[in-house]
């Protein structure tokens, strides 16, 4: 039975409408994903700078990883253990990118407490590629008897832990300073401008020229504070990159898939009109 001009009319109106709002929805979303802004908890004004890891083609900058690492191996592990990653990491792609055989050397530079052995006693050998990085501590209690009761947090995820990100931790490193008139400080606590309530158990972990950079880059302490912000956010995004291509690739196929399906109901309703 056919049915009625009018109806015919009333049904395209509302497919056209159906077509053009799921369109609309589809341009909000990309919008809502590109352009709103991350709101940090924290309150105060953080330093930024230009993060090459941001934004939907983000990448790391493999020499900043590299430099990063350095960092954070020779200043924060004597402190901060990172129990997420192995030393296989570190040659991995999307990461510092280190050869295998540059991997290797690194992991055996760290002797490892292993065992038993046959004899039933531990014992101490070389790093290996699937050790995990070597924790400076045994235990929770010896951690915080060397650092005045308080407990140097993991690493691994520390970026994703904290209000602020990166920007956080990249100010935070550099937010040492004297106290304003009328802040007193205990033995051992100081004062920090971006730290919640200002005050901070962790002395200052970077001077100048501290790093000596084996690519020859100045060791300042925006350039450390930078690198090592950086290596973080990796050890806590390891596949940020792989999942920035990815989203890349669903957004094309969703607008392939949406201009497909416009075209598709067009040509379809084209046929409704010819016969109305």
């Known amino acids: 039975m056919d049915l009625p001009i009018w109806l015919l009319q009333e049904i395209k109106k509302a497919q056209k409408t159906r077509v053009k709002n799921l369109f609309k929805i589809f341009l909000v979303f990309l919008f809502i994903i590109n352009f709103t802004p991350l709101k940090s908890a924290e309150k105060a004004e953080y330093l930024k700078t230009d993060w090459s890891f941001k934004g939907l083609f983000g990448k790391f900058d493999r020499a900043q990883l590299q ?8 200043v924060c592990a004597s402190c901060h ?21 540059e991997a290797k050397v690194i992991a055996a530079s760290f002797e490892i407490t292993d065992g038993p052995n046959a004899d039933g006693e ?55 300073e004297d106290p304003p008139m009328g802040v007193t400080l205990d033995d051992g606590v100081y004062y920090n401008k971006y730290m919640y309530g200002n005050k901070i158990k962790m002395s200052a972990p970077l001077s100048e020229g501290i790093v000596e950079y084996s690519d020859g880059t100045e060791a300042s302490v925006q350039q450390m504070s930078k690198d090592v912000t950086t290596f973080l956010m990796w050890a806590a995004e390891p596949h940020l990159e792989a999942r920035h291509q990815m989203g890349f690739k669903a957004i094309v196929y969703l607008i392939i898939l949406t201009v497909l399906v416009y075209l598709s109901m067009k040509k379809i309703w084209s046929r409704v009109e010819t016969e109305v």
């Open 67 to 74: 430099r990063g690492y350095q960092v954070y191996t020779e």
């Open 81 to 101: 253990s990172m129990k997420y990653l192995s030393y296989r990491n570190l040659s991995e792609k999307g990461g510092p990118e280190f050869s295998e055989d």
């Open 122 to 176: 531990m014992f101490v050998r070389p790093g290996k590629l699937s050790d995990k990085f070597k924790k400076p501590y045994e235990n929770v209690e010896a951690a915080k008897a060397a650092n005045g009761g308080a407990y140097p947090p993991d690493m691994s995820v520390l970026i994703k832990a904290r209000g602020g990100g990166a920007d956080y931790i990249y100010s935070l490193l550099q937010g040492y």
